[in-house]
């Protein structure tokens, strides 16, 4: 995936007048939006910077003074900031696997042709319709002990569990994070899976089937392989998705047992302790963050991204 | 090591000064950017409000804050309206919670708005915002309405030995006891005994990592004798109390005194937990007296104020609301006349009456018309005079994390008593360090 680069040519190349032009128009028209681009991402992100490289205080009632990297080594240094890095990428890694098989499953089931699958199929993106926080009240009231549902019928069944208190120890914390985000987001994961599936000719599989091959052989000779490329691309959506998570884990937890996430340390001292420095650069870590992990995705994956791109025209 | 470690260390006041004149520019040019624009502004340089002016006031006055559940503010800004007939009073919604209301008046303290005159202010927020030199200096109008209000209810304006606000209406944590199954509560260890003799006798209360876990954990601290800072603001958390206190509360959920569901409560769900009849003991606050009494409870549960430790004296948390001056705000004199209005021993009875809330004037829980509203006002008022502040500081919020963090560690048992203790002191060492 190398690009291979034009060598330049000696001296200033030869341009005839209307080449000259239509560049200059061409420059004259971008222009704008370039601009625009300009300020409205690289002016934030530029600004969040320049605040993460200041310290400010309370006391002096929101001036600054730079004081260079201190606050990202202060942040590195510390336990809290790498108890979140770990919490994040262990919800990350649970949460988006289990979306992508669960994805794939439901793809596969709304590809099948049967009455009613255009009903189903906008059933099923329900649970991606509502708002995360409304959402993770429902889980909430759902694992609440003594009164929850799921508590209630465990404990009704008589099934082992009913009397556990489920936010309030971290392994069961975190898997009722995980499981609110799988049910919330899998609907998402399998519609991208699904355009990935409806690409796949028919023609393919008729020959699969004059072959001899099994169902299985099938899906894991062909379809597997043609659908790479889309459940790489739900996977680079999902996890970075996940990586910046916020909303679950504050209204399930509040951080407690282990669930704070990178987002939620910035947001603390962003907002609650006003320490615009420090919780600048904890934006700015997770951010990074973010950024390399999707760099690394598209780096080994990236080709099949284009595939899709490709395919789809 | 910790991610509230000041990045360098402190300087003499001084050399700060200088600091800060070095990068005022800068920083004025900085955070004009984001409307900031805030100059240095010592507390001591703030202006104070004249209670005389209260009387001539005339035009409009906005008092913004969070959503009016109960309907008090809108209630309270209507009612002084008519009243008053030269000055109109009109209440804004700037926030849903608690947490969102605060950001929103930060935001309107710092960018030095002038579209509200008052802000209602929770109890805790009068510290960090006095001393950022947004209010308005209160001790004037406080010392002449000072005969009035209860005491501790005024101690929750102060911060530096001046009043940044007047209180509206005050809070106090209370317990509800099942009277047919459990002995009213004389103290912690007895409430904890008698919680642990049978299984319906349990005591729920806040234990989720939240501020309302601070308040619990302070209650019992207070009334063990302890405290976080002491009267010169060094940090004294570090005690025999605060250990005997968090053994105390880590046994009862190990011995069932408390459920161990109590580790993801906060108010709601304490109440809703406590409705299934399943328990003995709640600590919650005065609102959920009327949501009892539609519960099958209705006739079977007490109230009583918070139990003192063995030996000693009962001493609860303060919460409540304060009704605090924007230093910013064009309407001084309307502010002061409003102020008059909702802290008169009249319109203190409404508060109770019509908003079931606790009134800051002593007077109004002997009112028979309260009392009838209100039949555990005497419970109250017991509860709100015994009680003390939250810790006294700017940074109160980083002090509060820290407690309840660590409080919450013991709880769940993923610290001991003495690491916590240790961690608690540290963190909040190192919160008043970054101010």
């Given at each position: 995936m190398a690009i291979k680069t034009i060598p330049a040519s000696r001296g200033p190349a030869k341009t005839s007048g209307r080449d000259r032009a239509e560049r200059k128009l061409a420059f004259r028209m971008t222009a704008p939006s370039l601009v625009i681009m300009a300020l409205v991402a690289a002016v934030p992100i530029g600004y969040a910077i320049w605040l993460s490289l200041n310290q400010y205080s309370v006391r002096t009632a929101g001036l600054s003074r730079f004081v260079g990297l201190e606050n990202y080594i202060n942040a590195l240094a510390s336990q809290e900031w790498w108890a979140a890095f770990g919490q994040t990428f262990l919800f990350a890694g649970l949460s988006v696997s289990l979306e992508l098989v669960l994805g794939t499953a439901m793809a596969l089931l709304l590809n099948l042709a049967f009455k009613g699958r255009a009903v189903l199929r906008t059933v099923v993106l329900l649970p991606y319709a509502i708002i995360t926080v409304v959402s993770a009240i429902t889980w909430q009231t759902m694992f609440?002990?003594?009164?929850g549902l799921v508590t209630n019928v465990l404990s009704a069944l008589g099934l082992p569990g009913g009397d556990v208190v489920w936010l309030g120890e971290h392994g069961y914390a975190m898997a009722v994070i995980v499981m609110a985000d799988v049910w919330k987001t899998t609907p998402f994961a399998a519609l991208i899976i699904l355009a990935g599936l409806q690409v796949i000719s028919a023609e393919t599989y008729e020959a699969a089937e004059l072959d001899g091959a099994s169902k299985w052989q099938t899906f894991v000779n062909i379809t597997l392989p043609l659908l790479r490329p889309a459940i790489v691309l739900a996977a680079i959506f999902r996890t970075m998705d996940a990586l910046r998570v916020f909303d679950l884990p504050f209204v399930l937890t509040r951080g407690a047992n282990g669930t704070e996430s990178m987002s939620m340390l910035a947001y603390t001292q962003l907002r609650e302790n006003r320490l615009v420095g420090e919780g600048s650069a904890l934006s700015i870590l997770t951010f990074l963050t973010v950024m390399v992990v999707s760099v690394i995705y598209v780096r080994f994956a990236g080709g099949n991204i284009r595939d899709v791109a490709k395919e789809e025209q | 090591m910790d991610l509230n470690r000041p990045a360098l260390p402190l300087q003499n006041k001084a050399t700060k000064r200088k600091a800060l004149a070095a990068t005022a520019i800068a920083a004025a040019l900085l955070l004009s950017a984001c409307g900031g624009g805030a100059a240095p502004q010592g507390a001591e340089q703030a202006a104070a409000a004249d209670p005389a002016s209260g009387a001539n006031a005339s035009g409009a006055v906005n008092i913004c804050g969070v959503k009016d559940a109960s309907g008090i503010y809108k209630g309270t800004a209507e009612a002084f309206t008519k009243a008053n007939g030269k000055v109109t009073a009109k209440y804004t919604e700037i926030g849903a919670t608690t947490d969102e209301a605060r950001t929103q008046i930060v935001q309107r303290l710092e960018g030095k708005s002038t579209e509200c005159d008052l802000f209602v202010t929770d109890v805790i927020w009068t510290s960090e915002f006095a001393s950022q030199g947004w209010l308005l200096d209160q001790t004037k109008l406080v010392e002449a309405n000072k005969d009035r209000l209860i005491p501790s209810t005024v101690e929750t304006t102060k911060y530096q030995d001046k009043y940044w606000g007047s209180p509206f209406f005050t809070n106090a944590g209370l317990i509800y006891y099942q009277k047919d199954k459990v002995a009213k509560p004389e103290s912690w260890q007895q409430l904890y005994a008698e919680a642990a003799k049978a299984p319906g006798n349990g005591y729920v209360y806040?234990?989720?990592?939240?501020e309302g876990l601070t308040v619990n954990f302070l209650e019992m601290l207070y009334s063990a004798g302890g405290e976080v800072l002491n009267e010169q603001g060094d940090v004294t958390i570090d005690s025999k109390e605060t250990r005997d206190v968090l053994t105390f509360m880590s046994d009862g959920l190990k011995n069932g005194s408390a459920d161990r569901a109590v580790l993801t409560y906060n108010e709601d769900p304490a109440r809703l937990a406590y409705e299934s009849g399943d328990f003995g003991y709640q600590r919650n606050w005065p609102h959920v007296y009327r949501l009892l009494n539609a519960t099958p409870l209705a006739s079977s549960f007490a109230v009583a104020p918070l139990p003192a430790w063995e030996g000693g004296k009962a001493s609860g948390v303060l919460g409540g609301w304060n009704l605090a001056i924007s230093a910013h705000s064009t309407n001084q004199a309307g502010a002061v006349a409003f102020i008059d209005f909702a802290t008169s021993p009249d319109w203190q009875k409404h508060v109770a009456m019509d908003y079931s809330q606790a009134p800051v004037n002593e007077a109004a829980y002997s009112d028979p018309a309260v009392l009838q509203k209100m039949p555990f006002a005497t419970e109250l008022l017991a509860s709100v005079k015994g009680a003390k502040p939250r810790p006294i500081s700017p940074v109160y919020p980083q002090i509060s994390q820290a407690i309840y963090k660590n409080v919450y560690a013991v709880l769940s048992g993923t610290a001991s008593t003495e690491e916590a203790v240790q961690k608690m002191a540290e963190e909040i060492t190192t919160a008043k360090a970054s101010f």
């Open positions: 609440q002990p003594n009164m | 806040q234990g989720k990592q939240y």
